[in-house]
């Protein structure tokens, strides 16, 4: 009987021991990471854990879809690996920039001691930005781009880069025809909400690879990356013209790509310049044709690594880019997906900075 019983708790023993190290490996699985750090292909660790519950704040524009799902999925993540305390605020929409604005003045108010920024624009929070520089608080420019150099570093993939490997990826495809002089491709874009950092960027890269392709570019027009607003630009332009490709936003994209399966005559074919969980699985059903990834999730997890560097003294990059991949119907089951996505059923996370002594 006691042999039974001694057997039963050890057996409970070990189960434990074996379903906690399995709980830390799989969040510790995201690294060594391939990158471009400062220019520089390498793999990239992160710290084991931070030095103390450093207090971070991460402001990002909205959280209307799953790729902002999956970055704040992978701040809160990698915070918790690392033992710091996070706050993460969405201001709403990429026309909120005032409402950013209040959240990073109540993150400081809350004396927060880093962070981490999706900008709403490129040039909206400079001032506050270079005031924080000022103070020596570190400020981690995170996915979306920041107009100054005032900032401690950057996690972020070229949104220039990401349009041109997906304008270069529909080149590629139609190769054979473009070296026989075949009519122009005409190639519709839709690039997003007018002056973000990261809209501008794509455009500047997709511009200039359509131009060397000679592509005949239809202009979608901007709109804010809520599905309402792309679903009318994409009607607007599908309903009455026929086109050879569709590059687009995400949102877009994935409506394009179920409009065009809907209609008789449409043969146009569709790539998003990034990804989310819609274009991933749009590209499985085989429904459209590639979807550029950023790896947004490994974005955000870097950035906080970055944050408790600065933080702490350690060294670190000023940039550090996840490999660009293009991810295709050929080489969907080749892709690391708990770097892109948050998991199903994981939906927006928010979490205010916890209030400390002197503070509201």
């Known amino acids: 009987m006691h042999f039974t019983a001694f057997f039963a708790y050890s057996l409970r023993i070990c189960l434990t021991l074996i379903l906690y ?5 799989v969040q510790a699985a995201w690294y060594p990471a391939d990158v471009i750090a400062d220019g520089q292909k390498t793999l990239y660790t992160p710290l084991a854990k931070a030095n103390q519950a450093w207090r971070i704040c991460a402001l990002l524009p909205h959280g209307k879809d799953q790729y ?35 959240q990073l003045h109540d993150c400081y108010a809350l004396k927060a001691q880093a962070y981490i920024i999706a900008a709403n624009t490129a040039d909206g929070l400079i001032a506050d930005i270079e005031q924080l520089s000022a103070a020596g608080i570190p400020v981690i420019d995170l996915v979306n781009g920041i107009a100054t150099d005032k900032l401690t570093s950057r996690s972020l993939v070229s949104f220039e880069d990401m349009s041109v490997a997906a304008t270069e990826y529909i080149a ?34 997709f511009r200039r690879a359509a131009a060397k392709q000679e592509f005949d570019t239809i202009e979608g027009g901007y709109g804010t990356t809520e599905l309402f607003v792309q679903a009318d630009l994409v009607r607007k332009v599908l309903a009455k013209q026929s086109v050879d490709y569709v590059i687009a936003n995400a949102v877009a994209a994935t409506f394009a790509a179920r409009f065009l399966d809907g209609r008789r005559n449409q043969t146009g074919k569709v790539i998003a310049f990034y990804s989310n969980a819609q274009t ?9 044709l590639a ?20 933080l702490e003294g350690a060294p670190y990059p000023r940039r550090v880019s996840p490999v660009i991949k293009v991810i295709s119907q050929d080489n969907i089951h080749q892709i690391d997906l708990e770097q892109i996505l948050a998991p199903e059923n994981q939906w927006m996370i928010h979490q205010d900075l916890p209030s400390v002594n002197g503070t509201r």
């Open 280 to 288: 991933i699985e749009l590209v499985q059903k085989k429904q459209l």
């Open 172 to 205: 590629a495809q139609q190769r054979e025809a473009i070296n026989q002089e075949s009519p122009k491709l005409k190639v519709a874009w839709f690039p997003g909400p007018k002056g973000a950092s990261w809209v501008m960027a794509a455009e500047q890269g």
């Open 68 to 102: 902002w799902w999956g970055v704040a999925f992978g701040l809160s993540q990698e915070a918790e690996r690392q033992g710091v305390t996070l706050g993460i605020y969405d201001a709403g929409g990429y026309d909120k920039i005032e409402q950013q604005k209040q």
């Open 291 to 310: 979807t550029v990834s950023d790896s947004p999730v490994l974005q955000a997890r870097i950035a906080i690594d970055l944050a408790v560097r600065a």
């Open 21 to 25: 190290s399995f709980a830390f490996a």
